[in-house]
Antibody, heavy 123, light 106 residues
Framework: QLQLQESGPGLVKPSETLSLTCTVS??????????WGWIRQPPGKGLEWIAT???????YYKPSLKSRVTISVDTSKNQFSLRLNSVTAADTAVYYC???????????????WGQGTLVTVSS | EIVLIQSPATLSLSPGERATLSCRAS??????LAWYQQKPGQAPRLLIY???NRATGIPTRFSGSGSGTDFTLTISSLEPEDFAVYYC????????FGQGTKVEIK
């Protein structure tokens, strides 16, 4: 059974960089036709897609966050990571990593999710 | 960015009743729409993809329909475990989610 687990600091200071890692177990991150993504959910609010990556290194970023976000993959560790620069209180959220199914060569649905990790931006 | 508007915001129903949730897109997304269920403290779970296909292990009481800009998720007879928040998501132009519909016990 595929499992995803987020890890990283739960508290980040304003203007600093948020860094999270997702470790995939029960399957290979290099499997064809699957992409890997990050989604966040501010407390009490809805879901927001942030970024997606393929094991080859192809990346997709939410346009409004693109200037602050980097997604990367380490196939040797079966992990992918998120970096979000210059954070503010508005970046406080539960951050989820998830697998995305491929549909005709395009990332589509989020079919496996991590449990999520709360990141609070505060001094 | 394609905006998805879900209605109603809250649906108050009793177990055994039929639930009908709506998702409207700001422009056509063809059939590229999915539905997720989220319970408190849990990650979302994929229910329906490509508008009408049930994901693996999803009970048949969940069904989806629609195309273009108007979509519906129907739960034919609510079970106690179905009371949760439901989100729609499109993949036509990047990936965006609706704001959610909460199905609560009446």
């Amino acid at each position: 059974q595929l499992q995803l687990q987020e890890s990283g600091p739960g508290l980040v200071k304003p203007s600093e960089t948020l860094s999270l890692t997702c470790t995939v177990s029960g399957g290979s991150i290099s499997t064809s036709f699957y992409y890997w993504g990050w989604i966040r959910q501010p407390p009490g609010k809805g879901l927001e897609w942030i970024a997606t990556i393929y094991h080859s290194g192809s990346t997709y970023y939410k346009p409004s966050l693109k200037s602050r976000v980097t997604i990367s993959v380490d196939t040797s560790k079966n992990q992918f990571s998120l970096r979000l620069n210059s954070v503010t209180a508005a970046d406080t959220a539960v951050y989820y990593c998830a697998r995305m199914n491929d549909a005709f060569g395009w990332p589509s649905w989020f079919d496996y999710w991590g449990q999520g990790t709360l990141v609070t931006v505060s001094s | 960015e394609i905006v998805l508007i879900q209605s109603p915001a809250t649906l108050s129903l009793s177990p055994g009743e039929r639930a009908t949730l709506s998702c409207r897109a700001s422009q056509s997304v063809s059939s590229y729409l999915a539905w997720y269920q989220q319970k408190p403290g849990q990650a979302p779970r994929l229910l329906i993809y490509d508008a009408s296909n049930r994901a693996t292990g999803i009970p048949t009481r969940f069904s989806g329909s629609g195309s273009g800009t108007d979509f519906t998720l129907t739960i034919s007879s609510l079970e106690p475990e179905d009371f949760a928040v439901y989100y729609c998501q499109q993949r036509s132009n990047w990936w965006t989610f609706g704001q959610g519909t909460k199905v609560e016990i009446k």
